[in-house]
């Protein structure tokens, strides 16, 4: 948990964190075709947004972050939505999950959760996959603050003692490690991370990434979002503009 009564940085920001279902994946779940509930998206842009500004004098200036899959939501709602959130961050996100689903969908098994719900089959449903996925999104990022986080899987820290739990179907991850690895689903949370950052920054967009050691259960999330709001403190600068052909 971030622990965002014991940021100073936001002493005057109304901070809200609405609760999703176990995996929801702040996704309106395709549900096998069914559509249906849980309709978590739709249940954050038509009840809370509106709540909290009849109610609670929210304006209309925000930023979303969140760990694991709340920043996964953050960047997704930021991307399809433009102008929703003035600045983003993510922590220790899947921010990339057509290119690992088998891990994704491992995890939802291990939770007991019907993973296929979510997105459907991404073989057979790989178009759902990519309309949810931020990578795939990440032009409607082009000109908003990205802030992205993860560890590396190795041991970080803030971390106890031992590996994170092993999840059956991901053997050929932990068989690919290096010995040094702990934590196969924060790795792979990293490998998305990277590739999402080098995205945005082919597109030229304002994007900060750090990578430390660090598994997918250590609690890093209040460190970053601590960096994040200490960063959103300091003057921003603009991103640098696009080469010219041929310039060195």
Partial sequence: MFR????????????????MPLFGFWTDWWNHGRQGPPRVRTYFLREV????????????????AGEPQGGFGALGFTARIPGLFGAVAAFGDPVHPIRHPEMWLSGAKFLG??????????????EVWLDWDPFHHAEGLRRTPV?????????????????????????????????????VTEAVCAEETRMLSARLKSLNAPVTTHIYPGTHTGTYGYRAAARTADAADRPARPPAPPRRPGAA
């Avoid at 709540?51 to 979303?64: F, H, P, Q, S």
């Avoid at 959760?113 to 057979?124: H, I, K, R, S």
């Avoid at 803030?158 to 010995?179: H, S």
């Fill in 4 to 19: 965002v009564q014991e940021l100073a940085e936001l002493l005057d920001v109304l901070v809200v964190m609405p609760g």
């Fill in 49 to 64: 947004v509106p709540l909290v500004e009849r109610d609670y004098g929210a304006g209309t200036r925000r930023a979303a």
């Fill in 113 to 126: 959760v019907d993973g296929y719900a979510v997105f459907g089959d991404p073989w057979e449903q790989w």
């Fill in 147 to 183: 802030y992205l986080a993860s560890g590396d899987g190795t041991p970080g820290p803030l971390d106890g003692e031992g590996p994170d739990p092993r999840i059956p179907g991901t053997e050929k991850w932990v068989a690919l490690a290096d010995d040094d690895m702990v934590s």
